[in-house]
Each structure stands twice: as structure tokens, then as C-alpha cells.
């Protein structure tokens, strides 16, 4: 039995949070801060509990089962488990997350210098998806070549960054537009969704074991509390970049009063403060990031599928890779919208298998319950995103939005909680649940 050196568990930590920081985590919290206004810090506060709380908390469970999506989801069924699996996959892989950090990347560290056409897109994807292929081809070496080296750079170009938007705020903050009017700390909570890291953390957790057995660490309980020191290190990175840039959204009313979105949020703030350097820096930071999250997602989305279906890790990632190339090409207007209802639908699955997974040792017979509340919170997180698309019945519609923090699409949670609690009842009244209690 190996046990890995206090610079391994660093890097280990380091590695983790390249992994996650990514596009989302980059573009969102910027706009967000900038329409929050004067209640910036309510919306981050609920942000951070989605974007910060939650992963942190699904490795907490993923170190406490010792395995990754399959352990999760075990008590559901082989059939409903893959269901849910592939869902998530696709989902945080080829469909969405994985073209968005090659979009991402390239419209802010990209576009400014080389203007924002289809040809140089494409061109820039194309060298984009190639670089994580050859990162991803060998997902034992990530500890090295992401953890050990990569991370550090993009370490210190944030601190830079990060730094700045405290030292040297474009403006006054404003007053909060008319979304975080009434319940900022929801809004915020609501927009961590986009971030992708709940769902991220589902499927990094195989990755960061994986990285973990690679340095000859075979003891369980080891393996379980440096995936819990990694999470921790990778949640106070992340937390202090989100208020970072919380803080420099909300500043920078006077620069990006109209900015659609947190690209020409920071794009603005680094012109007006930074200038030129302010804009290679800001390369440097968004393709990095972007880079590192890519090659976790298609590393985490190739052991999955390699796994599941006959095929290769090789064949898989290669398919993936030019799937996401292609996906990426159509646009990050086109991915967002898109992703918004898919992630409000799937958003309280997730969250439910995360609680069910924490609680597990409280009951007899866990697959009751999980199946229970996981059908509850599907139907629910089906029918709110839905109507995040319009595609919703208006007269459901309505009725969902009578439930309460039904306008806030979440609707799911009163029901879900309700049948939470009649299951474990049930588990604990049934005759298995009396003798536990004797």
C-alpha cells in the first residue's frame, strides 16, 4: 500500500480544480454579478452553494461509496442507473459541456485578436479538440501533465486576474436589474446550475480515483480521503474565483451596462483596466481552463462509454472529440439556450441522488426509497423544464407555478422532501425497519 506525498495530494487538489473550472465558471458569475447590482453578495451566496456546495458535497458521497456513477446509482435499478448515467454523460460531455469550453475559449481568448468568424472557429476547434484528444489518450498521466504543470500556470494568471478585479474595480456598483429584484440568494442558487458542476462532479469522480490508483494507491479508505482532500482544495479555489469575479461583474456597470453576456463582461473590464496585456492574460486564463476541464470531461465521458459498450477507450474519445467539434461549431448563443431547460430537468435528479446517496445508511431498503424520490424528482425537473422551453401545458404551467418556489423553477423541491420523508417512514415502519430500531 502506497500513501501519496503532501506535493501529490497538492497537485492531486490542483488537478481537481482545473477539472472543474471551466467555461461556465468563468462566463457566468461575471454577468450574474453584473445584474445582481448591490445584492451581489446574496446572489453569490446562492451560487456558491450550486457552483461550490454541491460538487464538494457529490465527492463527499463518491469518497464515501468508493466508486463513481455506478455505485451512485446502484440501488435504482441496472436499467434506470444507465438511463440516468448515459443522460448525465452526454449531457456534461458531447452534447453540451465539452463543445462549450472549445466556444468559450475561443470567443475570449480568440476573437478579440483574430475577429469572431466561422472559418477561424472552426480552424481554432479543430486545434482545440486535438490538443485534449492527445491529453486524454493516456488518463493515467493527468496527475502529471494537468495537476503538475498546467494548473500552476492557470493558478497564477487567475490570481492575476482575480487580484485586479478587487485592486482595481471599473466602477460604483449599481442597482440590481429587475431578476434579482426579489430573491437574489434564489437566482444566484438557480444560475450555479449553469455552471455544469454538480453533474461534473458525477463524472470526475472516476477520474480523480482513477488518477489516485495510478500513483500505486490501493487502500480504499486512502483513496476515499484524498478524493475528499482533493474536493476540498478544488472548493476554496473555486469559491474565491467566483467571488473575485462576482465583484467584478458588479463593478462594471459604467463599462458593460449592455453586455449580453459574461464574455463581454470580463472582455470589457480587461480592456478598460488592463488594456492590451489585460487581454492576453485573459487568453491565457480562458483557454487554459477551458483546455483542462475539456480533457477531464472526455476522459471521465470515454471510461464511461468504454465501459458500457464494446468499444475501445480509444474509439470512444476519438468519436466523442469530433461529435463536440462538430457541436461546437454551431455557436454559444445556440448551446446555452438550449442547455437551460435540459439542466433544469436534470438539476433535481441530480440533487436528489446526492441526498439519497448521503443518507443511505439511515435505511433498510434503500432502493424503495431512492427509486421513490428519484421518479418524484424526474417528473417534476421534466415538467419545470419544460417549461423553461415553453413547450409546457399552460394549465400545468400554472398549477406548478402555484407550488412553493414553483416560479423559480423549483417547483420539485416540496414534492420530492414530501416523498423523502413518506418512504423513510415506510422503511421504518416495515417489519426490517422495527427490528433495526428494537
Given at each position: 500500500m502506497n500513501a501519496l506525498k503532501s506535493q501529490d495530494i497538492l497537485a492531486l487538489g490542483f488537478m481537481t480544480f482545473a477539472l472543474f473550472l471551466g467555461a461556465g465558471n468563468i462566463i457566468f458569475p461575471p454577468a450574474a454579478g453584473l445584474a445582481a447590482g448591490t445584492h451581489v453578495w446574496s446572489a453569490a451566496a446562492g451560487f456558491l452553494l450550486t457552483a461550490v456546495g454541491l460538487p464538494l458535497l457529490t465527492l463527499l458521497a463518491i469518497a464515501r461509496v468508493g466508486g463513481g456513477m455506478a455505485e451512485l446509482t446502484a440501488p435504482l435499478g441496472r436499467i434506470a442507473a444507465i438511463v440516468f448515467g448515459v443522460a448525465v454523460y452526454l449531457t456534461i460531455g458531447p452534447l453540451f459541456a465539452t463543445p462549450r469550453t472549445a466556444v468559450v475559449s475561443f470567443e475570449m481568448g480568440v476573437a478579440p485578436f483574430v475577429g469572431n468568424s466561422a472559418v477561424a472557429l472552426a480552424l481554432y476547434t479543430a486545434i482545440f479538440f486535438a490538443s485534449v484528444l492527445w491529453l486524454s489518450l493516456r488518463p493515467g498521466e493527468l496527475l502529471d501533465r494537468v495537476g503538475k504543470f498546467i494548473t500552476p500556470i492557470l493558478l497564477l494568471s487567475l490570481v492575476l486576474l482575480g487580484g485586479a478585479a478587487v485592486l482595481f474595480p471599473a466602477g460604483e456598483i449599481a442597482a440590481p436589474k429587475a431578476e434579482y429584484l426579489q430573491a437574489p440568494a434564489i437566482k444566484g442558487f438557480l444560475e450555479g446550475y449553469l455552471t455544469m458542476d454538480t453533474l461534473g462532479a458525477l463524472v470526475f469522480g472516476i477520474v480523480i480515483t482513477t488518477a489516485i490508483r495510478d500513483r500505486g494507491v490501493s487502500n480504499e479508505q486512502l483513496i476515499s480521503r484524498y478524493t475528499v482532500y482533493a474536493?476540498?482544495?478544488?472548493?476554496?479555489g473555486l469559491a474565491l474565483v467566483y467571488v473575485a469575479f462576482f465583484y467584478l461583474g458588479a463593478a462594471s456597470q459604467s463599462i458593460a451596462?449592455?453586455?449580453p453576456n459574461g464574455v463581454a463582461v470580463?472582455?470589457?473590464y480587461v480592456q478598460h483596466v488592463l488594456g492590451t496585456p489585460g487581454l492576453v492574460l485573459l487568453a491565457c486564463v480562458i483557454i487554459l481552463a477551458c483546455l483542462t476541464t475539456a480533457v477531464g470531461l472526455l476522459t471521465a465521458c470515454g471510461e464511461y462509454f468504454a465501459a458500457l459498450l464494446p468499444v475501445s477507450y480509444r474509439t470512444v474519445i476519438i468519436s466523442l472529440a469530433v461529435f463536440s467539434f462538430l457541436v461546437a461549431n454551431q455557436g454559444l448563443t445556440q448551446l446555452i439556450s438550449v442547455s437551460i431547460p435540459v439542466l433544469?430537468?436534470?438539476?433535481p435528479l441530480a440533487i436528489a441522488l446526492l441526498v439519497l446517496n448521503l443518507l443511505k445508511p439511515v435505511w433498510q431498503n434503500p432502493a424503495l426509497v431512492f427509486r421513490a424520490v428519484m421518479l418524484t424528482a424526474l417528473v417534476f425537473g421534466v415538467c419545470d423544464g419544460l417549461a423553461v422551453a415553453g413547450l409546457l401545458d399552460e394549465q400545468l404551467k400554472q398549477?406548478?407555478?402555484?407550488?412553493?418556489?414553483?416560479a423559480d423553477s423549483l417547483g420539485w423541491l416540496l414534492p420530492v422532501c414530501v416523498v423523502l420523508v413518506a418512504v423513510t417512514l415506510?422503511?421504518?415502519?416495515?417489519?426490517?425497519g422495527r427490528v433495526a430500531n428494537a
Open positions: 474536493g476540498v482544495i478544488a472548493a476554496i451596462a449592455d453586455a470580463l472582455t470589457a433544469v430537468g436534470l438539476y398549477w406548478l407555478m402555484q407550488l412553493p418556489l414553483g415506510i422503511d421504518r415502519l416495515s417489519p426490517a
